[in-house]
């Protein structure tokens, strides 16, 4: 078998206020997988994200991203590898244009000039925000932030894409087109969401996280028929929407 | 074509006359320039006075800023204009007479400088900011060796300014549902703990973004 991309053993994580939000996680995404990590509000699912670049430290356990322990020695590959999207947009991009802001990652890494410039440019191509480089920020829809925001990641070309609640705050339409952006995006994905169709809809496989620990990992559309499953870890689908009659491919 | 809409900042009136196209480092010196000279000039020179009014309203004119754009930010000059107006009464020194009132001399003096030079000054970094995008002002300083931390917290200030008059103005709205109003004093204490609760979400809002920013390999200086 090969390298996992992200491998994640036995992490266990308590926040200074003696709260304890991981009990032991297990987890392995491998190359070209796209994964959700499903969950009830305060099951860990941030917390575990904050993980996988190293921006928390493990309590006990391990996070190794292509073989490569997550330790403060490597942090900057580790920052590089594992491209985390947060949720609220507004907190990640903080340049006076869109450029600038794909720019800054890239720009981290060492690039300048047209090297720089390329990255800018595939990475906003890759999520139709091309025309907009030029523009503030704050001026874009929240829909457009949110995809500028994963431009600002893609521009590092990671090993793996993280994103944490994607669809959260977008109107149908916003959250139809970044469904098609991501299907497209060329990439691993481990994708962190409370919208169980969306997860369906992108992500061939779930990973249940509830209490701080792995409950189930499976095939999405099989977790998702689990009532008992569902109901033991406050999971609930939109009313009237069958798993079992979306197509997934 | 100008106007105020589409990209830019609340001051900007976007167009493409010469001073729009200015490089934004120059203008900037001039500013510096005109206002450190009007600053500096006696106050009974008033044929300068007017010459440097004359250049502000011609440069205005050539970017086509319409004045009614500027007018109404003028207003941040108010408080100066209150304590110009109250200079003459409470001055010391001999008094005339002037339309039946007794003010001091010197006060009217002062007064009339103090009008003169801060109209003129803000007048002119208004058409600054009409005619540069931040980011060209944010280069500019850069430019004229501003230290880089001092620019980057002015362009976060910019950046996350509209964020939190956001914020200001959804707690406010929230409070005016629950039947506050600003004016009982009773209220005041409510005033207090929005601004503390203000500050609060605003430093964990620095926080996220730091945390965004170290994700994204940043180690302390801007690359």
Redesign the interface.
């Known amino acids: 078998m090969s390298v996992p991309v992200l491998a994640v053993r036995g992490l266990a994580h308590a926040y200074p206020d003696g709260h304890q939000a991981l009990f032991g996680v297990d987890l392995e995404i491998h190359a070209g997988e796209r994964v959700a990590i499903l969950g009830p509000n305060g099951a860990g699912k941030t917390t575990l994200v904050l993980h996988l670049n190293g921006l928390l430290e493990a309590g006990a356990g391990r996070v190794e991203v292509s073989g490569l322990p997550v330790e403060r020695a490597h942090l900057p590959e580790v920052r590089r590898r594992v491209g985390l999207v947060f949720q609220d947009p507004d907190d990640q991009l903080f340049s006076a244009t869109v450029r600038d802001d794909v720019a800054f990652g890239p720009a981290n890494l060492g690039l300048r000039g047209a090297a720089l410039e390329e990255r800018v440019e595939e990475a906003l191509a890759a999520v139709g925000m091309t025309a907009y480089a030029g523009r503030a920020p704050h001026h874009l829809s929240f829909g457009q932030r949110r995809r500028v925001a994963i431009a600002t990641v893609l521009a590092m070309r990671p090993e793996v894409l993280v994103l944490d609640e994607p669809s959260s705050n977008l109107d149908p339409a916003a959250r139809r087109e970044l469904a098609a952006i991501l299907r497209d995006l060329d990439v691993t994905m481990l994708m962190v969401t409370h919208d169980l169709p969306y997860a369906l809809e992108l992500c061939p496989r779930s990973v249940v996280l509830s209490e701080g620990t792995v409950v189930a990992d499976a095939p999405t559309r099989t977790v998702l028929v689990d009532r008992e499953l569902m109901a033991r870890h406050r999971l609930e689908l939109p009313v009237g929407f069958d798993p079992a009659l979306v197509p997934v491919d | 074509m100008g106007g105020s809409h589409g ?3 609340a001051l900007l009136w976007h167009g493409h006359s010469p001073v729009h196209r200015a490089p934004a480092h120059l203008k900037v010196l001039a500013v510096l320039a005109f206002t450190t000279t009007v600053v500096l000039l006696p106050r009974e020179w008033f044929a300068a006075y007017a010459l440097a009014l004359a250049l502000v309203l011609a440069t205005i004119r050539v970017a086509g800023v319409p004045l009614r754009h500027l007018a109404p930010r003028m207003l941040v000059e108010t408080p100066v204009l209150v304590f110009v107006a109250l200079l003459p009464f409470v001055a010391a020194g001999p008094r005339v007479e002037v339309l039946g009132l007794s003010v001091s001399e010197a006060g009217l003096w002062g007064a009339w400088a103090i009008f003169a030079k801060a109209t003129l000054g803000v007048l002119a970094s208004l058409t600054l900011a009409a005619t540069t995008e ?2 060209d002002l ?1 280069r500019a300083l850069h430019r004229l060796r501003v230290p880089g931390v001092l620019v980057e917290i002015v ?2 200030m ?3 300014l ?2 939190v008059v956001d914020d200001v103005r959804r707690m406010h709205r929230a409070l005016l549902a629950r039947g506050f109003t600003a004016r009982s004093p009773r209220h005041w204490p409510v005033v207090a703990r929005t601004l503390g609760v203000l500050f609060v979400r605003t430093f964990e ?1 620095g926080e ?2 730091r ?9 302390g200086r801007m ?1």
């Open positions: 990209a830019g900042h931040v980011p944010l362009g976060f910019v950046r996350y509209a964020l809002r996220r973004v945390r965004a920013m170290l994700a994204r390999g940043y180690t690359p």
